[in-house]
């Protein structure tokens, strides 16, 4: 079970924005942070807890180990709106986190 | 490029079998695992199965109770979800993505999604 919190936030343009996600198990590093955008398909912003994947912005980063991770935006901006998901892969089942939907203040 | 591309999404009634197809290509097919991951309208991300690279070991939600089955065929490169008895519950987008190894991994690439509706 993957436990996201909070399930949705607001804050203003250029705030720096933390969402956590807790496995109810030991994973190592074996952690995955998704953005969706409203109406897109869900895209790999940071792959084995904190290696930003090829191409997301450097405001995007990823911490922790074992059972408890945080991702982090430095400076929110607009475009940043979207749903993010946190996910498991050491082994199956892959669950995913239940969203933390963020917002503009 | 990667590209995963599904089919076989429709309109099924309660009870129904359904089978989704996933063609890929732009990488080496049989050096992915594949997953199959749903959202129903307005949820979150489900994750349903996976299969490794080779085949040999395939894994389910236990929430799909034995209804579905995943394959692949490595000669094709596709791998296909074979679901059974559907249900209202099973009305999403369906989604294939490509693992990042050959066991499971994380999934930087993702198919445009097959909608399948589940109603009388």
């Known amino acids: 079970q993957m436990t996201q919190s909070p399930s949705s936030l607001s804050a203003s343009v250029g705030d720096r924005v933390t969402i956590s996600c807790r496995a109810s198990?030991?994973?190592?590093?074996?952690l995955a942070w998704y953005q969706q955008r409203p109406g897109k398909l869900p895209v790999l912003l940071i792959h084995?807890?904190?290696t930003l994947q090829s191409g997301v912005s450097s405001r995007f980063s990823g911490s922790g180990s074992g059972t408890d991770f945080t991702l982090t935006i430095s400076s929110l901006q607009p475009e940043d709106i979207a749903t993010y998901y946190c996910?498991?892969?050491?082994?199956?089942?892959?669950?995913f986190g239940g969203g933390t939907k963020v917002q503009i203040k | 490029e990667v590209c995963l591309v599904e089919s076989g999404g429709a309109l099924v009634r309660p009870g129904g079998s359904l089978t989704l197809s996933c063609a890929a290509s732009?990488?080496?097919?049989?050096?992915?695992?594949m997953h199959w991951v749903r959202q129903a309208p307005g949820r979150g991300l489900e994750w349903l199965s996976s299969?490794?690279?080779?085949?040999?070991?395939?894994y389910y939600a236990d929430s799909l109770e034995g209804r579905f089955i995943i394959s692949r065929d490595n000669a094709n490169s596709s791998v296909s979800l074979q679901m059974h008895n559907l249900s209202v519950e099973d009305t999403a987008v369906y989604y294939c993505?490509?693992?990042?190894?050959?066991?499971?991994?994380?999934?930087?690439?993702w198919g445009q999604g097959t909608l399948v509706a589940v109603s009388s």
């Open positions: 993505a490509r693992g990042s190894n050959s066991y499971l991994g994380s999934s930087g690439d």
């Open positions: 732009g990488f080496t097919f049989s050096h992915s695992a």
């Open positions: 299969i490794t690279g080779s085949g040999t070991y395939v």
């Open positions: 198990e030991e994973i190592r590093h074996y």
């Open positions: 084995s807890a904190s």
């Open positions: 996910q498991k892969y050491n082994s199956a089942p892959l669950t």
